[in-house]
């Protein structure tokens, strides 16, 4: 009979290298997602694809809009080339978010609100907030409404909620002012709900209120008639997701929207990266790669950032020509400006 203490060795041996299997298995996951986007050539990003501003073909079929631009900026950093990417659709959250935990995608920027039930109980996890938005109402200019109390008996035009959880924020929202209102449900979101709005089926048409802003402008023959209220019934943090399991890749990811904000505080853009290559600022240094290590830590080159700010912008520059001054959309940044400026866009530190 073996001694026990020949057997409390053994179990221990067996333990530690257990552990240290599972310790070699994490690293070579970790590297799963980031080496299969290397090895294809291209970053597979998933869209809505229907919503200018945030994912639509432009003219020449080429994808546009913020989502679009985020998946560029991931492919100049992981591929040095921004255009190395290919566009998967999904009409629907729910096909959206199937097809990021089947591997179809490996990243879904969608305009998708980080929520609890979208982070926990999936296999899919939120990157940070690309777009700080809530949701609004927009109504006819000429309608005498100026604010939400003044809504009371209007119906509304309304995504139903396997869409989104348009319905119950409307509905909750409806019950803290004292009001009663009359919601008219679209099955489909996005341009479908205008449809109803512009047939005179409903008195008003509650979305996002980037979505809406982006429907006001492009779906409407006269956006001048139509008012967005200021009111915002909900925190709407649109974020990028991917999917669980491989933490490096979720970094990479992340780290890529940290920098188009960190750029854009630090005055580094397309136009002016050049210039930074001088700077002695210790954390411009660090972002663009003139002082390594965070792109080995990552498994990128030490210039991953540079190249996403060089071929796609900073976060200013992106948001401007897709949805602010710069676009038809005409979108303030609100809360989605620096802090610095009074909103909510605050970079973890480059160092």
Request: net charge negative; aromatic share 6%; hydrophobic share 50%.
């Amino acid at each position: 009979m073996p001694r026990p203490f020949l057997d409390r060795n053994t179990a221990m041996r067996r333990c530690l290298l257990g552990l240290l299997t599972l310790v070699v298995m994490a690293g070579a996951a970790a590297a799963q997602t980031r080496e299969a986007v290397q090895q294809r050539g291209a970053l597979r990003c998933g869209v809505f694809g229907q919503l200018p501003g945030f994912s639509a073909p432009d003219a020449s079929g080429a994808m546009r809009g913020l989502d679009a631009d985020f998946c560029r900026a991931i492919a100049a950093a992981v591929l040095g080339d921004a255009e190395k990417v290919e566009f998967v659709t999904a009409d629907s959250v729910a096909a959206g978010f199937a097809g990021l935990e089947a591997g179809g995608v490996e990243v879904l920027s969608s305009n998708l609100t980080a929520t609890a039930m979208r982070d926990a109980g999936r296999n899919a996890v939120p990157t940070g907030v690309l777009l700080y938005d809530g949701q609004a109402v927009l109504v006819r200019a000429d309608a005498g409404i100026a604010n939400f109390a003044q809504l009371n008996g209007k119906r509304i035009c309304v995504a139903a909620p396997a869409v989104d959880g348009s319905q119950a924020i409307l509905r909750n929202a409806a019950a803290r002012a004292g009001i009663t209102l009359v919601p008219v449900v679209v099955a489909q979101g996005g341009p479908a709900l205008l449809e109803g709005f512009k047939a005179g089926i409903c008195d008003a048409v509650t979305a996002d209120a980037a979505a809406l802003a982006t429907l006001r402008a492009t779906d409407l023959p006269d956006p001048a008639e139509t008012l967005l209220l200021p009111e915002r019934l909900s925190r709407e943090p649109l974020t990028p997701f991917v999917r669980a399991g491989d933490e490096r890749w979720r970094e990479i990811v992340a780290w890529t929207l940290h920098a188009l904000v960190a750029a854009e505080e630090l005055e580094v853009s397309s136009a002016t990266l050049d210039a930074a290559l001088a700077s002695d600022d210790a954390e411009t240094r660090f972002l663009i790669g003139l002082d390594p290590g965070l792109g080995a830590a990552l498994g990128l080159r030490d210039t991953w950032a540079a190249e996403a700010i060089r071929q796609v912008g900073n976060y200013g520059e992106i948001f401007d020509r897709n949805l602010g001054e710069g676009s038809p959309i005409g979108l303030d940044r609100g809360l989605s400006d620096l802090w610095r400026r009074g909103g909510l866009m605050y970079p973890f530190p480059f160092r």
